[in-house]
């Protein structure tokens, strides 16, 4: 790619939704101008950014009401009511879908109370409201502007599995985003994209401001958001366009496991029934606290010496003597075995020494740094000279720090903006998605076989008759290897045959596998993706026909098809990976 290179878009505007488990927000730029994007501004309080908190709000009737910091002051107000019992409030719930496997139709999502709802529910409300906010402004900038403009881009981790991928894709199918005039983006290519083209976007940095754009060179690239680490490992090839050398990879190691840590200690401290009383009756002090630690822990600085001060609201000393039934909230820390030399208070305030503060740090950033370590080991990246951290987690000094201490001889880049570079990457890549030209298969991917028995290969426990014949039962056909450098539009096909006994289907499940060579879809590391469904008209079967199923790889999402070879016709295929 090139900086004279065009949108491939067909539409007027590209349009970005960056869902994340912290904050949300979109983006988008005009067909004729796309590396310009424009985000939005949300405002909560005395706070201005370009994302606004993932957190939803509905009424009794699971209605919805608001979103974002709209979303935490309206539940604030209502804790001081007393009817936010009567209300969903939910917050950080991206999680749940990075439990793939579990992953179906009907999981719910828990709300702040203990309510629960459906997540594919939850989701489309977020999801409908950052469209409908989306419209208006391109409205506001282009009069007459109407959805049938808009070509849509989804963010989603590129460690999550195809399950969730297809949960996305129905959420925003449920939110009014017609699934044609979608495209999923994965988060850390979006960021890589972004990183390529900075100089676009700002005429004033050159061409090689991040010095990651020399064809042959490798960069690790590590996107670090709120809910999770995504890091995967890109080349630059000779056209200029970027390659994915290993598979995406990464944990549950973004900023909110630090936030976690940070509450427990406040929990633990005051005790559990202060910090439930902070959240029933002064809810508006609980998001105060939230908002508070959100700045603090980007600001912190990585030094050990030092002390960290934070102002807390008045009510959770209060709720804190009172669960300790002592007259000072000095009397809690005096008692505090982890307080001991650590923690001091003083009128509303709670001062840590630096290194007890970075403690709230140490799981997750000792987490991504033997990760990233691990991936150093592999053949492939033994070589990679630059690691390019990403995402707002990124902007963290300590995280900084610590990356560049256990990696002195890497060259570390985080580049302005590094919040934003998945949003506004996102754009980008709804306009040239042809930016990533390769990618390697996360998974092995395959059909469940009975081929003939084999008596020098095949185990006796797998022998089986079927219409007469010896066969091998639960043999796992391998159509994509883990690890595999495939190209979008990589395709693997195998024909089915009709029997002419009026079946209604066909059928095929469709196995992925953590292992590169699987021999049985039974065996450790296997597991059922999903059933793959060719819905047969009463003419193909009461006859003998061949049906060509495909699958279509490379993408970032997985895709399917089927031919009639006799007649040419595209059949529909069904591959529900989320029924329960």
């Known amino acids: 790619m090139d900086d004279t290179i065009t949108s491939k878009c067909k539409k007027l505007i590209v349009a970005a939704i960056d869902f994340g488990t912290t904050y949300s927000g979109y983006a988008f730029s005009f067909q004729n101008s796309w590396s310009k994007v424009l985000t939005n501004n949300w405002q909560g309080g005395s706070l201005i950014s370009h994302k606004a908190p993932t957190v939803l709000l509905l009424n009794r009737e699971a209605e919805f009401v608001a979103f974002g910091y709209e979303a935490e002051d309206q539940y604030a107000h209502l804790t001081e009511n007393g009817t936010h019992e009567e209300y969903y409030l939910f917050q950080r719930f991206k999680m749940i879908l990075h439990q793939d496997e579990e992953l179906n139709r009907g999981v719910k999502c828990e709300e702040l109370c203990g309510k629960k709802l459906e997540a594919i529910k939850v989701f489309a409300f977020c999801i409908k409201y950052l469209k409908k906010k989306l419209l208006e402004e391109i409205q506001n900038k282009v ?149 508070s630690f959100e700045t603090k822990k980007r600001t912190i600085p990585a030094e050990k010496t030092g ?126 998605p042809q930016a990533i030209s390769r990618r390697s298969a996360r998974y092995t991917y395959g059909i469940q076989t009975w081929p003939p028995f084999d008596e020098n290969n095949h185990p006796e426990s797998k022998k089986m008759t079927m219409r007469g014949k010896t066969r091998c039962k639960d043999v796992f056909f391998k159509y994509v290897k883990k690890g595999e450098r495939i190209y979008p539009g990589y395709t693997k096909s195998q024909i089915f045959h009709t029997v002419g006994d009026a079946m209604e289907k066909l059928e095929c499940s469709v196995f992925i596998s953590d292992h590169p060579s699987p021999v049985f879809v039974d065996e450790k590391g296997c597991r059922r993706l999903g059933i793959l469904e060719i819905p047969l008209t009463k003419a193909e079967s009461r006859s003998r026909r061949e049906i060509e199923e495909s699958m279509i790889f490379g993408e970032t999402e997985l895709k399917v098809r089927a031919e009639d070879l006799f007649t040419g016709t595209v059949k529909e295929v069904i591959f529900d990976l989320l029924r329960e």
């Open 143 to 291: 009069l007459g502007t109407t959805d049938d403009d808009i070509e849509y881009v989804l963010t989603v981790p590129a460690i999550w599995g195809d399950k969730a991928k297809m949960f996305m894709r129905e959420a925003a199918s449920n939110a009014g985003i017609k699934s044609e005039t979608l495209t999923m983006a994965l988060e850390p290519e979006a960021a890589s994209i972004y990183c390529q083209h900075l100089h676009l976007e700002n005429e004033d940095l050159s061409a090689s401001a991040l010095g990651v754009v020399s064809p042959g060179e490798k960069y690790m690239l590590v996107d670090l958001g709120g809910g999770t680490a995504d890091i995967t490992v890109h080349e630059k090839a000779e056209d200029n366009t970027l390659a994915e050398l290993v598979p995406a990879s990464g944990g549950p190691w973004g900023g909110k496991s630090v936030d976690d840590a940070f509450m427990t200690f406040l929990s633990e401290l005051a005790g559990s029934d202060a910090m439930k009383l902070l959240k029933e009756e002064s809810m508006e002090d609980f998001v105060e606290i939230c908002r």
């Open 307 to 432: 002390v960290t001060t934070m102002t807390l609201p008045q009510s959770y000393f209060n709720y804190g003597r009172k669960c300790h039934k002592v007259k000072d909230f000095k009397e809690v820390i005096d008692k505090s075995p982890t307080c001991k030399d650590k923690v001091k208070s003083a009128p509303g305030k709670l001062k840590w020494q630096n290194d007890h503060f970075r403690g709230f740090f140490k799981k997750t950033v000792d987490s991504i740094i033997k990760h990233i370590d691990d991936l150093f080991q592999e053949t492939l990246v033994q070589d990679v000279g630059t690691i390019l951290m990403v995402g707002g987690f990124s902007d963290c000094e300590i995280l900084q720090k610590e990356v560049k201490k256990h990696f002195s001889d890497k060259r570390v880049i985080i580049p302005a903006e590094a919040g934003l570079a998945v949003l506004k990457g996102a754009v980008y890549f709804g306009h040239v």
